[in-house]
C-alpha cells in the first residue's frame, strides 16, 4: 500500500510539474503564432509615420504617399543630414505646432542598415533581429525600445495633420515583446 501511495504522490507530482510548466510554457516558441504577430508589428513598421525614416538609400521620404523629403535633404555621413543641412536645423525635440515641422529627441535618420523600405515580410523581420542591421540591439532591448523610446513614440504623436501609426506604443511595445515571448519567429 505504501508503494502505490509513493508511486501515486510521485506521478501526481510529476504530472502536476509538467502542467504547470506546459502553462508557464504556452504560448512561447510557437512558430506560427509568432509569424502572425510579426505580420501585426509590420502593419506599423511599415506605416509611412516610421518607415519614411527608414530608407533603402540616401534620402528619406515624408508624408502618407511617401514623396521625397522636401528641400533635397539626404542622409548624410552620420544620418543626420548633410554637413550644411542637419535634420536638427528644422526639427527640434517636440512638434512645431506653429511651422507644422514635426520634432522629437534624437530626431535622425534610421542608419543605411535599418533600412526597411522594399523589404518584404520575411526580410523585414530578419533585419529587426539582426543585431549587425538594428543598432546592436538583443530582442529585449528591441522590446524595449519599440515599447519606450521617445522617438518611436512619435509614431503616435505626429502633430496636427498627420495620420498616427496604428495603435499605441504601448499595444505596439506589448505586440513586439508577445512576438519575442513566443520565439520571434519570421513569416514565410
Known amino acids: ?37 510579426f505580420l501585426e508589428t509590420a502593419k506599423v513598421y511599415r506605416h509611412p509615420r516610421c518607415i519614411n525614416c527608414h530608407p533603402a538609400g540616401s534620402k528619406p521620404t515624408q508624408g502618407m504617399d511617401m514623396h521625397p523629403h522636401v528641400m533635397n535633404v539626404v542622409r548624410g555621413p552620420k544620418d543626420h543630414g548633410a554637413v550644411a543641412m542637419q535634420c536638427t536645423a528644422c526639427h527640434g525635440v517636440k512638434n512645431n505646432e506653429a511651422s507644422g515641422v514635426p520634432g522629437a529627441p534624437k530626431w535622425a535618420v534610421a542608419p543605411l542598415s535599418m533600412g526597411w523600405q522594399g523589404l518584404n515580410d520575411r526580410e523585414l523581420c530578419e533585419a529587426i533581429k539582426d543585431k549587425k542591421k538594428n543598432h546592436g540591439m538583443s530582442l529585449e532591448q528591441l522590446v524595449e525600445h519599440n515599447a519606450k523610446d521617445e522617438l518611436v513614440g512619435w509614431a503616435w504623436k505626429p502633430g496636427a495633420g498627420r495620420e498616427p501609426a496604428p495603435g499605441t506604443q504601448e499595444s505596439f511595445g506589448k505586440l513586439v515583446a508577445e512576438w519575442v515571448a513566443t520565439g520571434a ?3 514565410n
Open 1 to 37: 500500500m505504501r508503494t502505490k501511495t509513493f508511486f501515486a504522490f510521485f506521478a501526481l507530482l510529476f504530472a502536476s510539474s509538467y502542467v504547470i510548466a506546459d502553462g508557464r510554457s504556452e504560448g512561447r516558441d510557437d512558430p506560427k503564432r509568432s509569424a502572425e504577430l
Open 185 to 187: 519567429h519570421c513569416p
